[in-house]
């Protein structure tokens, strides 16, 4: 506490010029350096003076508010970090509840990069898509995301997503795909393109939203693509290298093992892996050893059938991340909890099946809390953001505390993991900019925005609902053969209950 009034009074000379906003009495979520722990401070003033957190004061101390500062109640409110995301496709908005009931396997004929929306999407599609999928996440209270965008199906889809990027307020990694892509994209003109974008002077060291790369082919592309792509990286100090990776029946192909044959894991660049689903135990002491991180997207691997039977074991090197919004929804919280209790399960099964009955609960939600914020910027190498701390990025989420599900809350961290909602979001701020205030987004013309998108996602919807898709027959991209799950039968008598009406979207 006394480290931050003295970094707040460091400040004050500052505060007058600057933007200034003061949140009184509401208990704040905040992270101590020292211990690097949270510590829980309540009745407490949050000072933002720019984009940067100046001061947090306890209870027993007293501060005036400068005269310029907005001030804000915040008694009774839970004051958060902005949660980070940590892999997403933020361009695939239009297929909203097309692929309710869709496999992973049927996603990459159906909806991503390689299936028909190449040929379908145009740049007012992308763009449209990337904006309402930002604005959702910071709806959801997501400050950081990191956007695996390959939606970037030609320069001009690449402009309308890089566009919708910076202009809907959050804070994004945008990391371009490079991509043997089905039309006449080339390696060519993707390269040129990534470095086109590393000269706009919007993407600098300092903004909100900053370039990386998105390259899922380590093990099987030419060793001089691979080198090439690193070269970029480095000539433009690229802010991040993600890449999927799911390992066992679904291949090996972007393995860390493999990553790391190209010496891009000891380095300053943070290298993200998204899912890691089968992760060797090599693969996890090398992401150890060099600080590297996955990103588990919990619903997406239950929701599509990656499945993660070995992401547990790596939780130290790990953050979270939503994947497809289209399928679920945005919110990180959400992820945290569906992973928490994942993750709660299995380990009290061992106990159980053994005879034996566990007396303590396998994993906290602290760590759950630790997961979408702390985690999130530590696999990207920032130590000022999903953190309330003097000096941070002023990246902020409230909740309050008043509304039923919330009401009688005494831990915070409980509070918003496993009984907040989106409702319960009053503001959000990144860099110290509202993106939302009480209790609805900042955007100019939200009503238009809708409408435009909604005629884009009606035209492709009506595309993908009339195209006839072949089953899937042979071997899964040269690994391992299709087959069928067992389906639930939620039904009595004949049928399962699959459809809720006769015949309707069976596609």
């Not at 995301?145 to 030609?154: E, I, K, N, P």
């Not at 974008?197 to 390259?215: C, H, I, K, M, P």
């Not at 003097?390 to 005494?410: C, H, Q």
Request: charged share 20%; with cysteine; glycine share 8%.
């Amino acid at each position: 506490m006394k480290a931050a009034t003295l970094f707040g009074g460091l400040l004050s000379a500052a505060v007058a010029h600057g933007s200034d906003i003061f949140y009184q009495g509401g208990t704040v979520i905040s992270f101590n350096r020292n211990t690097s722990n949270l510590d829980i401070l309540r009745e407490a003033d949050l000072h933002i003076s720019g984009d940067r957190i100046s001061g947090i004061y306890g209870a027993n101390e007293t501060i005036t508010p400068p005269s310029n500062a907005t001030v804000v109640n915040a008694t009774g409110m839970i004051i958060s970090p902005g949660f980070i995301d940590s892999h997403h496709h933020l361009w695939q908005t239009a297929y909203k509840t097309l692929a309710s009931n869709t496999s992973l396997a049927e996603y990459f004929q159906r909806y991503g990069e390689y299936g028909p929306a190449v040929q379908n999407f145009h740049a007012e599609d992308t763009y449209l898509g990337q904006l309402t999928g930002c604005l959702e996440l910071l709806h959801e209270g997501t400050t950081t995301v990191l956007d695996h965008a390959h939606g970037d199906f030609s320069d001009e889809t690449t402009d309308a997503a890089v566009d919708a990027t910076f202009e809907c307020g959050v804070r994004a990694y945008y990391a371009h795909a490079i991509h043997p892509l089905p039309n006449n994209y080339t390696w060519e003109m993707q390269t040129n393109k990534l470095r086109s974008l590393a000269q706009d002077e919007r993407f600098n060291s300092t903004g909100l939203v900053q370039l990386g790369l998105a390259y899922d082919f380590f093990a099987t592309a030419p060793e001089a693509n691979v080198t090439e792509l690193w070269n970029i990286t480095r000539d433009n100090n690229l802010s991040v290298i993600t890449t999927h990776f799911l390992g066992g029946p679904w291949g090996n192909v972007n393995s860390p093992v493999h990553v790391h044959e190209y010496d891009m894991l000891n380095h300053s660049t943070p290298v993200v892996f998204s899912h890691a689903s089968f992760l060797s135990k090599e693969d996890a002491n090398l992401l150890r050893e060099t600080d590297q991180y996955i990103c588990t997207t919990a619903e997406s691997e239950l929701h599509y059938g990656h499945d993660h039977p070995h992401a547990h074991n790596i939780q130290d090197q790990a953050a979270l991340g939503i994947d497809t919004h289209f399928t679920y929804s945005s919110s990180m919280v959400t992820q945290a909890r569906l992973w928490l209790q994942s993750l709660r399960a299995p380990q009290y099964l061992e106990v159980l099946e053994d005879w034996e009955i566990p007396r303590n609960n396998p994993m906290s939600v602290y760590q759950a809390f630790h997961l979408i914020t702390r985690a999130g910027a530590l696999a990207l190498r920032h130590d000022d953001i999903g953190i309330i701390a003097p000096g941070a990025k002023a990246d902020i989420v409230t909740f309050r505390g008043d509304t039923p599900n919330m009401l009688g809350w005494e831990d915070p961290v409980a509070a918003v993991i496993l009984h907040s909602n989106t409702g319960d979001i009053e503001d959000v701020l990144v860099n110290g900019q509202y993106v939302k205030r009480g209790g609805k987004l900042v955007y100019g013309d939200y009503a238009g925005l809708s409408r435009r998108f909604l005629e884009s996602s009606k035209r492709i919807k009506s595309i993908w609902n009339n195209m006839d898709w072949p089953r899937l027959e042979g071997i899964f991209y040269n690994v391992s053969p299709y087959a069928d799950a067992d389906v639930i039968d939620t039904q009595r008598g004949d049928g399962s209950g699959y459809y809720a009406q006769s015949g309707a979207l069976q596609r």
